[in-house]
Nanobody
Framework: DVQLQAFGGGLVQAGGSLRLSCAAS????????IGWFRQAPGKEREGVSC????????????SVKGRFTISSDNAKDNAKNTVYLQMNSLTPEDTGVYYC?????????????????????WGQGTLVTVSS
């Protein structure tokens, strides 16, 4: 079974850092794109960053470029693989529930790769709260 589990959220002051982790299993990790998304109260879910494991390319929403870094830790034999989201210089606008998701054969370039509609597998979210 495909499993994605996001964790690492918490409460942090503005200017602080957090690292989120997404543990993935049950699928061919190297063939999928793993994305991070967030949803603030009353807002739509938005793409934050993703890593395409087919070619190693990474993409970021304009709002997080230069502050967030996505990376992967590929395990052998499709065991637990982990994708990280290092978040620095956090602001209250980064507050929300963060989700990781897996998508296959994404289209649409950088904008498409960050569209939640292209991702078929989702983990539960982890809450990030940035206080001012």
């Amino acid at each position: 079974d495909v499993q994605l589990q996001a964790f690492g959220g918490g409460l942090v002051q503005a200017g602080g850092s957090l690292r989120l982790s997404c543990a993935a299993s049950g699928f061919t990790f190297g063939a999928y794109t793993i994305g991070w998304f967030r949803q603030a109260p009353g807002k739509e879910r938005e793409g934050v960053s993703c890593v395409k494991h087919t070619d190693g390319s990474t993409y970021y929403a304009d709002s997080v470029k230069g502050r967030f870094t996505i990376s992967s830790d590929n395990a052998k034999d499709n065991a637990k693989n982990t994708v990280y989201l290092q978040m620095n210089s956090l602001t209250p606008e980064d507050t929300g529930v963060y989700y990781c998701a897996a998508g296959y054969f994404l289209v649409g370039g950088s904008r498409g790769y960050l569209s939640p509609r292209q991702y078929g597998y989702w983990g539960q979210g982890t809450l990030v709260t940035v206080s001012s």
